[in-house]
């Protein structure tokens, strides 16, 4: 069971460290970032207790994938993968949003439908609408980036009326959003899978907006298989979808969603294991690439320090 779970790497150059939820985030010397994905995993805004084996090599790997495969669309903060769990690249100054992009009703947004919700960051949708139904065209519903809590939804309007993004600078990412999602839709589709919604980050550099974070990756993506979506959607029944949304069932299971009272079930390294095989799967089924674990495991956080001390020294 080796994960790694924590890192506190001190590199040449170091400004200071973010700790996210899944990523450690290094800025040096205020022009580089080194983005550690750890195996961290988190649901309902907790991390759980234990790692998952292979967790952060799955999703910096997509996401560099597809960085490089969306990088004639828009200029975006990779350099370099000197580590099966890291990507350096570019220090931007990050807007306060993430770009969320809709092509199906399901989800946050299908259960404010339900409620009777008919305008979403200011999108108005048509009434008699069912769940996972396709939008005529795929829909932005931006929410602001909260450093504490959970994002909230915005409009746009609201977006540029606050002065949190300028007007010209928004629909460069808006722009942007769109044509990402259309790759990401094509790339799927050749996989079997349609992308149904993802969030997209942008910060700006030089006066230039850029690409950040991950791309595309089931953490920050849904996929629905292709095979049998109009059948189900017809039925009404549950679609099959590509995510780490089995994690979360498992917790529902076990009487867990981070409410007052409630305890964290036991993570054996059992279950962790067979959350790590799911997440190998998932990258096999979204890049089309056989899953090639990463060696030198006895020790990741060296391992991890070597390979970016030599990629630092040649930047």
């Known amino acids: ?7 506190e790497f001190n590199f040449k150059g170091q400004k200071s460290v973010y700790h996210g939820k899944v990523r ?66 570019l ?21 404010e439908y339900k409620k009777g919700c008919r305008e979403i960051c200011g ?18 519903t931006p929410t602001t980036k909260a450093d504490e809590g959970h994002d909230m939804n915005i409009s746009r309007e609201e977006i540029i009326a606050q002065g949190i993004v300028s007007e010209e600078d928004y629909n460069v990412m808006e722009d942007y959003t769109r044509r990402l999602f259309a790759r990401g839709q094509e790339i799927a ?27 595309h990756t089931p953490d920050s993506s849904r996929y ?31 009487n867990f969603m981070n409410e007052p009272g409630q305890t964290m079930p036991e993570i054996t390294d059992d279950y962790a294991i067979s959350v790590s095989e799911r997440y190998i799967e998932l990258f096999e089924q979204i890049t089309g690439e056989k899953f090639s674990k990463a060696a030198d495991t006895d020790d990741i956080a060296a391992r991890i320090e070597k390979n970016v001390a030599d990629c630092l020294a040649s930047l």
């Not at 069971?1 to 890192?7: E, F």
């Not at 993968?81 to 990507?87: E, F, G, Q, R, S």
């Not at 349609?194 to 942008?202: G, R």
Request: proline share 5%; hydrophobic share 40%; charged share 30%.
């Open 1 to 7: 069971m080796n994960a790694l779970t924590n890192t």
């Open 91 to 111: 220090k931007c100054e990050g807007f306060r949003v993430e770009m969320i992009i809709r092509s199906i009703l399901t989800g946050s947004a299908w259960r």
């Open 189 to 215: 589709a050749k996989r079997g899978l349609i992308l149904v919604d993802t969030k997209y980050e942008f910060g700006k550099r030089d006066g230039k907006v850029y690409l950040i974070d991950e791309i």
């Open 123 to 140: 999108v108005k949708l048509p009434d008699g609408m069912r769940e996972n139904e396709r939008f005529p065209e795929p829909i932005i």
């Open 24 to 89: 450690d985030v290094y800025n040096i010397n205020d022009d580089l970032m080194v983005m550690v994905a750890t195996d961290r995993i988190s649901a309902f805004d907790v991390i759980l207790p234990k790692g998952i084996p292979y967790k952060g090599q799955v999703l910096n790997q997509i996401a560099a994938k597809f960085l490089d495969a969306t990088s004639d669309i828009c200029p975006n903060w990779k350099l370099a993968t000197p580590d099966p769990m890291v990507t350096v690249g």
């Open 224 to 254: 629905f298989y292709a095979d049998g979506y109009e059948e189900k959607f017809e039925k009404g029944e549950t679609q099959r979808q590509l995510s780490k949304e089995f994690v979360r069932q498992w917790l529902i299971e076990h």
